[in-house]
């Protein structure tokens, strides 16, 4: 069974990110905890998870904190919503990314897994692709989310490409 701990070097980690790419989260409760171990789904490693805490669970969380990271006291509105994110990283794997641009990498991905609706309700969004490389290769950029992707995967080439000829 795995077992969690609270992650305060995630939380700070993942502020100088907010601060950079997401902006609408500033204000938003997110919990920030360490899996022992990786689990795997699927026949993958998962190095992290994004979820949310929703009803009484999320209620309780926010009683017993008290007013950390809330926007405003929570017992006096009956129809505050509780909800609050959780972010989950695998310690093992973590220990194994040794520069700090994996490490962003992988909190960056969870935190982009965090949205906020039109109702500025805490969401959670999917991958931008799930594909199989053997279809990439098979029959190419076949649908506009990949095109997109391999637009990103190019450009991130050049860069690499650029910085390898100086
Ligand atoms: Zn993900």
């Not at 171990?37 to 998870?49: D, E, I, P, S, Y």
Request: proline content about 1%; glycine content about 6%; some cysteine.
């Amino acid at each position: 069974m795995s077992t969690f701990t609270m992650a305060p070097e995630l939380a700070t980690r993942a502020d100088k990110l907010i601060r950079k790419h997401h902006t609408h989260l500033k204000e938003i409760p997110i919990l920030y905890v360490w899996r022992d171990k990786a689990t795997r789904a699927g026949g993958r490693l998962v190095l992290g998870k994004a979820s949310r805490l929703t009803g009484r669970n999320a209620y309780l969380i926010g009683a017993a904190i008290g007013g950390q990271g809330e926007l405003y006291d929570y017992e006096h509105d009956d129809d505050a919503d509780h909800t609050r994110f959780v972010i989950e990283i695998a310690a093992d794997v973590w220990l194994l990314l040794t520069d700090d641009n994996e490490r962003d990498a992988l909190l960056d991905h969870e935190l982009s897994h965090c949205r906020l609706d039109d109702e500025g309700r805490l969401v959670l969004r999917d991958h931008d692709v799930s594909e199989f490389a053997h279809i990439v290769k098979r029959y190419g950029l076949w649908r506009d989310d990949l095109r997109e992707f391999g637009e990103a995967v190019e450009h991130q080439l050049s860069l690499e490409l650029e910085s390898s000829s100086k």
